[in-house]
């Protein structure tokens, strides 16, 4: 529930503001005076709002204003006072204030004015953390969590962002470990610096080498200049090598030589290039597992084991359901036009019971979704077919809409195995004859020209510009490899 805090040193009028609060669907927080709701603020960063009066003995709401303004707090504020000069108005705007209003005042007005300042918090936290995503400066604050758990990851974060050393997150697919990546970068020297992302799972086993660390000119056919790696992109600032368990034997060995030396040897290259890297390695599969198993090296791990994070999944942290979904329904809603506000209390129960193998990635894309189908500004049980479907089964979700396919079931990080890489297919069969030894010259020539032939249809001019050679050379080695019969067919 949204955290509001109300200061006001009239108690009757304290007890009311509170009370309207509360009938819509908020907490309220009270204080007294100036000095109290500074301390309160202070000690609890999940305030979303405060109602502010300007009179009061102790700390008037003009010094509170310029506290806030001074100590960087973004918590939005509502100006409340029994004085209705512009001056007044003027004066509380320019300190930061995001409405005013003057006492007493009807409670269909303070709700309209919570609503609207809830609305643009959420939208500047929005817009701060795409901002700071883009320079390279993201910080714990754009971790979007209230959980507890959370807690650690975030005390770990900023102790990494101050070492050197490299990181190891580990975490379910989807939890947010680019995140806290991110955050650990942002906070320490290399900010604003390179942040490079590779996910070594979607590389293919033969060009892994060369994305990391670069070619070459002439190192392999069709290299025509030098390509730098991704070591030298991120030169200076930050590697992020995502899904780091699933590199092969022999590129983890070469990994273990970067990390120990700070050099790289770019494919084709004569001597090996220094690079200024801040290494940190993420997984979703439990890195001491597969060392275990001997898919990973036991002397790479404990190089990359230096300053361990692990992530919690999304079941373990509740607590962050609602703040994640206001946050996605603020970002979402805004980039697709929909004027969805918020979402009903049931809603959030359902997604609550819902085990989220997915992790926040899955939850995002279903608030998406609910987003683009929703038939009003706020999100119901009804929007989210494909959880009901899973929590409280098919036939209820029918009679809400039509069911969606299910998700599978959550596999824990201690549980996750190695995928299966594909067998790479024999570059050649193509290339060897039918006993196994290596075609020809010749021979593998005579096919291709055959090919080409029927691929255009024996349309020389077209065959020859194909093959890159004059139609005078293809003419003879059509006869040399008895092919002139095309010659006929051609002319026919």
Known sequence: MTRVLIVDDDPAHLRLTAEAARRAGYVPITANGGAAALDL??????????????????????????????????????VQSASSSLETVVSAMRCGAVDFFVKPVAPER??????????????????????????????IADIITRAPVMDRVKMLTAKAAKSPLPVLIEGEAGTGKELVARAIHGMGERSGR???????????????????????????????????????????GTLLLDEIGDLPPDTQAKLLRVIADGEITPAGATRPERVNVRLIAATSKRLLNLARTGDFREDLYYRLNVLPVYVP?????????ATLANHFIARLSAESGRRVAS?????????????????????????????????????EVADFPQIVAQTAGRADAAR????????????????????ARPAKEAAAGRFLTTKGDVATLASVERDLIEFALKHHGGRMSRVARALGIGRSTLYRKLREYGLDEALIRDAA
């Open 194 to 236: 390179p942040f490079v992302i590779v996910d070594c799972s979607t590389i293919p086993t033969d060009l892994i080498d060369a994305t990391l660390f670069g070619e070459k000119k002439g190192a392999t056919a069709g290299t025509s200049t030098d390509k730098p790696g991704k070591f030298t992109e991120a030169h200076g």
């Open 110 to 139: 303070l709700i309209v004015s919570l609503r609207n300042a809830v609305k643009l918090a959420e939208l500047e936290t929005v817009a701060r953390t795409e901002r700071t995503r883009r320079a390279g400066t993201c910080t």
């Open 41 to 78: 603020l202070r000690k609890d960063p999940a305030i979303a709002v405060v109602v502010l009066d300007l009179v009061m003995p102790d700390l008037d709401g003009m010094a509170v204003l310029e506290t806030l303004a001074r100590e960087g707090r973004q918590t939005p504020v509502i």
């Open 343 to 379: 979402i009903s209390e049931p809603a959030l129960e359902l997604l609550r019971s819902y085990n989220w193998p997915g992790n926040v990635r899955q939850f995002e894309n279903a608030v998406f979704r609910a987003i683009a189908l929703a038939g009003t500004a706020c999100l």
């Open 313 to 321: 999944p999304l079941r373990e942290r509740p607590e962050d359901i």
């Open 400 to 419: 809400l809409i039509e069911t969606a396919p299910a998700v599978t079931a959550p596999i824990h990080i201690d549980n996750a195995v190695l995928a």
